[in-house]
């Protein structure tokens, strides 16, 4: 027998609401649209059985629906200069895996799955209805953790070597309606983003639109040397439900964890999350905190 559809997975990720969580900003109308937390190990540690025979029965009751999708490409942060080269026993142990492939656990609703590869742990929250409102970090931090808990509990029982994770990510991406003064156009995104200044008037013809790219080290508090990078992009788009202009404003940081264990990742999770935040505040115009109603 299948899982009551009506049992839903939110009230109890609203069960374990973790108070102690500072809320450094908050909307009460954010464009959040997706939320990543993930780890990613130096090699591959879960294979097909292990993924499917040992860690999704455990978690199948809130997540039932599998689905298959091509894996992620290894991502690291390199700081030399000029970058090094990936390393090639890493390319190899990654090409060993016969067909390897990223599986999504999926809840009844659709909009939270967990996400497992060889060599990749996410859980992510997506606005799958238009009406549904954003969990909150502070729901989703004790979800990773306890399905991530269940995950190694997983790998325990197979005997396989201790999972340690390389780099954390932390991601939020945002879909910012952006009507312009004529249909199908895209509002300017000086008026959304305020490190962009209003373009003068001149011999070049209307703009149409504008795309961003940057990115930030993250450096480690104790040592002062980069453990990382916070990367903005905001790319212009429509929204595939209405044909409505958006831009896509993404921020991820991406670094390693300082310490050791489960304390290290919730320790970078909340970290970069409190950098994304205070970030997106800070980059972005008053009108667009009036739209979302920025809180005190």
């Known amino acids: 027998m299948g899982p009551d559809p ?45 993924t499917l025979a040992d ?8 997540y039932p629906t599998l689905e298959r999708q091509p894996p992620i490409a290894p991502t690291i942060e390199d700081f030399s200069v000029p970058p090094a080269p990936p390393t090639v026993p890493f ?13 999504w656990f999926v809840s009844p609703d659709g909009s939270q ?14 606005q799958v209805q238009e009406s549904a409102e954003y969990p909150r970090y502070q729901t989703l ?15 325990q029982e197979e005997s396989r070597t201790a999972a340690v994770p390389q780099w954390c990510e932390v991601t939020y991406i945002n879909h910012v309606e952006a009507h312009g003064e004529e249909p199908n156009r895209h509002l300017p ?11 003068p ?19 480690s508090e104790s040592s002062g040397e980069p453990v990382g990078r916070l990367y903005v992009s905001a790319t212009p788009g429509f929204r595939a439900t209405d044909g409505v202009p958006i831009y896509l404003i993404q921020l991820l940081a991406r670094g390693r964890p300082e310490g050791e264990g489960l304390p290290a990742i919730l320790a970078f999770f909340d970290w970069g999350r409190d950098l994304i935040v205070r970030g997106f505040r800070d980059m972005t115009t008053d009108e667009m905190h009036e739209r979302w109603r920025l809180e005190p």
């Open 6 to 50: 009506t049992d839903n997975l939110e009230t109890r990720l609203e069960a374990s609401h973790v108070s102690d969580i500072p809320t450094p900003v908050s909307f009460a109308s954010p464009p959040v649209n997706e939320v990543y937390l993930g780890v990613q190990f130096p090699g591959p540690v879960a294979d097909e059985a292990t």
């Open 55 to 62: 860690f999704w029965p455990r978690v199948r009751e809130d």
């Open 91 to 103: 390319q190899v142990e990654v090409s060993q895996q016969p067909f390897p492939q990223r599986y």
């Open 113 to 126: 799955l967990i996400q497992v590869q060889p060599d990749r742990f996410m859980l992510n929250w997506r």
């Open 141 to 155: 931090r004790p979800e990773f953790e306890r399905r991530y808990m269940t995950f190694l509990e997983a790998l």
């Open 189 to 199: 995104l000086h008026r959304i983003l305020r490190m962009l200044g209003e373009p």
């Open 201 to 219: 008037e001149g011999a070049l013809p209307p703009l149409e639109d504008t795309q961003l790219q940057a990115r930030h080290r993250l450096l």
